[in-house]
């Protein structure tokens, strides 16, 4: 028994990253970070509810804010394995800081449009497709293999404490400050996390010599072919470019569930993205520990199995509280979900090519929410306000479909 009983904690200590080597500080970082993006992405479905009421306009908002994986995803990943990762990341952030603060000024002077809405939707994700990529393929570099799943899951854990449970419920209350605060704010949180990545310390990525004449249309190519080719990663991304449009159709349309379906106004809102934040807080707690005794597929599978039950829930029962605990089931479940999937995938990837298989991966899986989000307002326009949700438990039952041909 006392073998035993070593054995497991000498496990459990390789499994936690340790803060220093850079981790801390790549941690601090994209916390910082999350807590500006959190402030702004709860704010601006509200800012676009006080522009129009049109379901569609306003679903087409969060679409913009994915539609760039679509169009320049596969072009990060090749950049990401071509460059050094540490000085994209902070050059990426120090201009997306200066949009912010672009927008912030607009905001205030009372001059801000859903075009407006739609372009800087557009712009920051553009700019994302490259800094996710290279944040990805840095990770690895920073904390040894056996550490990655503990790694990604204080990441994601991290964030959503600051961004879903300390920052987003604050938004009501710091637009009564000025609409432009929480923009502001996410500004001067760019220019933190740019200030602390470029402190980094890391070695210089080790890559084979690029053959003569290898484009970046090649470099591409090549990532969605081994990608495609590893069959685990290939039904795990089909599975979940299915989810994301249940999640765009969700996303897209929860200011309207809350607010108009259930009538509990912003302050409902914000519950909601609290619940949301509180249940994946949870999820990363026990990520590791589901896989530890499933294995990543299988817990991956369980979770889409729980998030289907809880957005048939969400969008049938017309009672707030009930709307609350189906969101925050969901959160948990779906950061099970993302932490086996990202750990996974850098398993299981050569390090040389992380970038653009990250980048294959994202692109697929993450383009499938400009669709879902349209599909979600389509729903609100149609069904009423539990119709997207309903979309969504959908699409999601489909996905847990199909990666169960992966466990049998």
Known sequence: MATTGTTRTTRDVRRVPAWRGGFGRLWTAAVVSKAGDSLRTAAMPLLAVSLTREPLLIAAVTA??????????????????????????????????????????????????????????????????????????????????????????????????????????LVPVLLLAGDAVPYAADAASYVVAALLVASLRVPAPKRPPRRDGSTLRAEMAEGLRVLWRDRTQRRLCVATTLANLGVGALVATLVLHMTGWLGAGDGGYAAALTAYGVGSVAGGAVAGRIAD??????????????????????????????ALVALAVFGLMGMVWNVNQVTLMQERSPAEMLGRISAAFRTLAIGGAPLGALLGGAAAAAWGGGGPALLAAALFAVAVASLGRQIN
């Not at 090749?78 to 905001?107: K, S, Y």
């Not at 799943?149 to 990441?155: E, K, M, Q, S």
């Not at 729980?306 to 009672?319: K, N, Y």
């Open 293 to 322: 005794r499933t294995g990543r597929i299988r817990a991956v599978f369980l979770a889409g199995v729980v998030q289907t039950g809880a957005l048939g829930v969400l969008g049938s029962v017309r009672e707030l509280w009930v």
């Open 64 to 169: 913009c804010g994915h539609l760039p994986w679509l169009l320049f995803g596969l072009v990060g990943g090749a950049v990401a394995d071509r460059v050094d990762q540490r000085g994209a990341m902070w050059a990426v952030d120090l201009v997306r800081g200066g949009l912010m603060a672009a927008f912030a000024v607009v905001v205030a002077l009372g001059h801000a449009s859903v075009a407006l809405l739609l372009a800087l939707a557009f712009a920051l994700t553009t700019l994302q497709t490259l800094f996710d990529n290279a944040a990805t393929s840095l990770l690895p570099s920073l904390v040894p293999a056996e550490s990655l799943a503990g790694a990604n899951a204080r990441l994601l854990t991290g964030q959503q404490i600051v961004g879903g449970l300390l920052v987003a419920p």
